[in-house]
């Protein structure tokens, strides 16, 4: 019995056939030469905290419903930036999460920080899209996808100038990334084919993921708390994807300070 996932990426496929139809690849690499410089997301995850929070601009979950009833992904956008966010995730998938990729092209307007393009990816032509409509790096999970088919998504990024984050959510899924060659690597602590969340995934997968010395570790889904922030980050990992922690905040941007807020004093505490 196919679950959540399966049913995502079997409509993602159905609504690519059409949006092919309406504009071909041929015209999507036409647009290349218009997109800005792209923004080195690798560089800046590696920098000293307290700037590697990636905030996420997520209108609603298939296992929540809507996070906010006041949602502006414009007004969302610069509130991360100026409180602090090292980069934006923007959630584009429509059907599931009430996405859009209009959200990714009018977040680029109005900041200058890298933005993940996060959405149900598997094919060359979604990673065109994400180039010509302002991303700076794209998702890629491997929960759903085999390791020939991670490198070749890779590859193709790679020709681009953008860098995948390959998801993991098990042991299984990181063998995968690391065999793909995967240098920036997610540890989802969320079940996508259940909506169930669990801290000690990334507890286990950091130290697996530590093994690769040049790995950059994005540690995503279930942080409430800048004491499991620093948690993780005394375990390696570099940076840390938040979503609903910050979508149902009553004030956004003193919840995404207050993250940044606290790794900035531990920070000073070391120097």
């Not at 049913?7 to 690519?16: G, Q, R, V």
């Not at 009833?69 to 429509?94: C, H, P, Q």
């Not at 279930?222 to 994807?241: D, V, W």
Request: charged share 30%.
């Amino acid at each position: 019995m196919a679950n959540i996932l399966d049913k995502i990426f079997a409509d993602k496929k159905e609504e690519l056939d059409s949006t092919r139809r309406k504009v071909p690849l041929s015209e999507l690499k036409g647009r290349l030469g218009d997109q800005p410089k792209i923004r080195n997301i690798q560089q800046i995850l590696v920098q000293s905290p307290p700037s590697r929070i990636i905030a996420e601009i997520k209108r609603r979950t298939p296992f929540k419903g809507a996070l906010r009833a006041d949602f502006d992904a414009m007004k969302i956008a610069r509130t991360y930036a100026e409180n602090g966010a090292a980069a934006l995730s923007i959630l584009t998938e429509s059907r599931h999460f009430g996405g859009s990729l209009d959200f990714l092209k009018q977040a680029r307007e109005q900041v200058d920080i890298p933005l993940l393009r996060k959405d149900f990816i598997f094919d060359a032509y979604q990673i065109y899209e994400s180039r010509t409509n302002g991303a700076d790096f794209f998702l890629l999970i491997a929960t759903w996808l085999d390791k020939n088919h991670l490198e070749d998504l890779m590859g193709v990024g790679k020709e681009l100038g953008l860098t995948a984050l390959v998801e993991s959510h098990c042991e299984k899924d990181m063998e995968k990334a690391i065999a793909s060659g995967a240098v920036l690597m997610g540890i989802n602590n969320r079940d996508l084919t259940s909506g169930k969340t669990d801290l000690d995934i990334s507890r286990r997968l950091i130290k697996m993921a530590k093994m690769i010395p040049e790995s950059i570790l994005v540690c995503e889904s279930g942080i409430h708390s800048s004491k499991e922030i620093h948690e993780f980050e005394e375990m390696g990992a570099h940076a840390f994807l938040i979503g609903e922690s910050l979508m149902k905040a009553e004030n956004m941007g003193e919840k995404l300070a207050e993250f940044a807020g606290e790794r900035m004093k531990e920070g000073s505490k070391e120097s």
